[in-house]
């Protein structure tokens, strides 16, 4: 916002480069799992205070915000993991029943620890080819978009709410984007973007719909 006539209006926020990395999962029949949050720090004191996450979340660090062979290995341990061996206690399957997982080729998770995690647990895995995410990759196809979509709407709403508040009080000035701000208000965010994702399975399966994953099962 600028006063009547500027003819250069700055964009608020635009060279503020902080950022953290969610990793999203989801499923053929619509489920959508529990968010890794990687923040970026060296200790616990980078996570947000006062959110109450989901108990099934996993929040971690890097020094960058990164995913790694760490982070990956502590997410196939506390959301795929148990997921599958949840889901196949629940159909009655064999404990070593096959399971097929679908990701990027990126190296922080495309590493021997990582594939000797999922082959101990019998758990297949597809790499997806390089420059390939938006034809072949469901989260790329359905899930991603809105979710940042979602994230800069809620930020907008957010802050020209405070814009609002201080032509309603007079006030002039910049609003408040410290990160001791700006975290609980992003999980918060996020949670309510989990929430809203876990009921709209039909988002979730019209993106393996259009990866063409749907119609090559149903013709084996």
């Known amino acids: 916002m600028e006063k009547r006539g500027t003819k250069r209006v700055e964009i608020e926020g635009i060279d503020d480069k902080r950022q953290i990395t969610a990793v999203f999962a989801c499923t053929l029949s619509g489920k959508f799992l529990p968010i890794q949050l990687i923040y970026q720090g060296t ?43 949840n889901t196949r206690s629940q159909f009655s399957l064999d404990a070593t029943h096959p399971a097929l997982v679908l990701f990027d080729v990126f190296r922080g998770q495309c590493t021997d620890q990582v594939f ?53 009080d007079g006030v002039e000035e910049s609003v408040d984007l410290r990160l001791t701000i700006m975290k609980p208000l992003m999980a918060n965010w996020m949670i309510d973007l989990y929430q809203y994702f876990t009921t709209q399975p039909q988002l979730i399966v019209n993106g393996f719909q259009a990866a063409g994953i749907t119609s090559s099962l149903s013709e084996v």
Not at 127 to 149: E, G
């Open 43 to 85: 200790t616990q004191k980078c996570l947000p205070k006062g959110v109450s996450f989901p108990n099934n979340w996993h929040l971690t660090y890097t020094s960058n915000h990164w995913s790694n062979e760490k982070t990956t290995v502590e997410y196939l341990n506390s959301i795929i993991l148990p997921y599958v061996r």
């Open 116 to 168: 000797k995690i999922l082959e101990e647990n019998n758990i297949f895995y597809v790499l997806i080819p390089p420059n390939c995410t938006d034809r072949l990759q469901p989260l790329d196809l359905s899930i991603n978009k809105p979710a940042k979509d979602f994230m800069k709407r809620q930020f907008q709403n957010w802050y020209a709410s405070i814009i609002l508040k201080q032509l309603e």
